[in-house]
């Protein structure tokens, strides 16, 4: 059974990846979730003034990361410790089926679509599930934030769950090691946390570059470490870099890490794309349109976690409106980017932003046309996009419906251009401070 506790960490460890951990410890230290029910989330708020900020600015944020857990809806309710009802018999539904957290339900291997980009971590992943403390082990899945990663984890911890449960399966990420560690050292109670994870049958870490540079915490991994695999037992760490590039990693983890199998996760082709956009919809009850499934793969390319993200907010569209245009998810699209300023821009926002500065049409833009100035603008849109959006070539190239040989030109092209013309200079620069205004 998941506590409160660990809800309230994915929350905010969501808020913080799409602001900053300033914003978390300057609004939520000292919350506490003390109540989950099936539609509704109550945090207590230490201070009245903490709690109407935190309804002001948040409520919306950490519906979303609850809903991201969930599947579904969920109200978040802040209140102060004197507004807290008396405590209530634990009616809670915090498991679904088979024993698995009812907010992990949908972090199973059959929701998990596979792609070139992460075939290999996905095979590695059901092999540890169905044969833990077998052939890879120590499992180390590494990649960008927003790839499957924690998916996959999750995933191994489900099943598990479901098909083994006789053994103990402890899932946690690197930051709620090292918090539960401090809270043990200063406690007085290491023996019982060296008890718990040395003990299990199945550790599954997300996110262990936390970890670097904390003496405490990797010396009690590294032996954590040494106690379950001397007796077979099942380690599985995500990190967003292989350890190689874990330069305050200590030597003698990164060694056991290496001795392991290590596979990475990588951003998604436009297929996978499609594919996952359409899975996202299916699951959800959700029928796209054609033009509405390209326009998503296409706009997001670089976070699985974002393009499932749009794709609920297409659901609420057609809960709202009844169903969803092209217009309908291209307005949406616009305001994800301008909403949450943390997110790179999408190569479709980008593109809308230098055709209105240039008076362009996004289709003629997107065509076939070899006019010069159309030209221009079409090299102008594909540098910009490259410079902001840091995706492929190749993915620069299926969003402007050309090969990657053409997108590598007009980005060199346009490179030089601007270095030899001033005004094309400051008409870029324009362009860009305006998408990162938002």
Known sequence: ??????????????????????????????????????????????????????RQRYTEPVQEALQELFG???????????????????????????????????????????????????????????????DYNPLFIYGGSGLGKTHLLYAIANQLRVQRPELRVLDFTGEMFTNELATAIRQGTTLAFREKY??????????????????????????????????????????????????????????????????????PNFETRMAIVKSTAAYMGLRLGDDVTVYTAQSVTNNVRQLEGFVKKMAAYRDIMGNVSLEDAQRAMNEIVETHPGLRPTPDYVLGKVCEYYRAEKSDVLGKGRQAQLVQVRQVGMYIVRKMTDISLQAVGDFFNRDHSTVMHGVEKIEKDRAANPALDTEITEIMENIRAV
């Not at 969920?74 to 209140?79: D, L, N, R, W």
């Not at 008396?86 to 698995?100: D, F, L, M, N, R």
């Not at 599985?236 to 290496?258: A, G, Q, Y």
Request: net charge negative; proline share 5%; glycine share 6%.
């Open 72 to 134: 579904v809806p969920v109200q978040a309710e802040f209140i102060t410790e004197d507004e807290e009802p008396q405590a209530q018999p634990e009616t809670e539904k915090v498991c679904g089926s088979g024993g698995i957290p009812y907010y992990r339900e949908h972090y199973i291997f059959d929701r998990f679509v596979v792609g070139k980009s992460n075939d290999m971590a996905y095979g590695a992943a059901r092999n540890v599930a169905d044969k833990p403390g077998g």
């Open 198 to 267: 040395r003990t299990a049958d199945v550790i599954l870490c997300d996110d262990i570059q936390f970890i670097e540079g904390k003496d405490f915490s990797q010396e009690e991994f590294f032996h954590t470490f040494n106690a379950l695999h001397q007796v077979s037992g099942q380690i599985v760490v995500t990190s967003d870099r292989p350890p190689k590039h874990l330069p305050l990693l200590e030597e003698r983890l990164r060694t056991r890490f290496d001795a392991g199998l290590i596979v990475d996760v990588q951003t």
């Open 1 to 54: 059974m998941e506590s409160k506790e660990d809800v309230l960490q994915f929350v905010l460890d969501y808020i913080a990846e799409r602001t900053s951990r300033t914003v978390v410890k300057t609004w939520f230290a000292g919350t506490k979730m003390t109540g989950l029910t099936e539609g509704k989330a109550v945090i207590c708020v230490p201070a009245p003034f903490k709690r109407d900020i935190l």
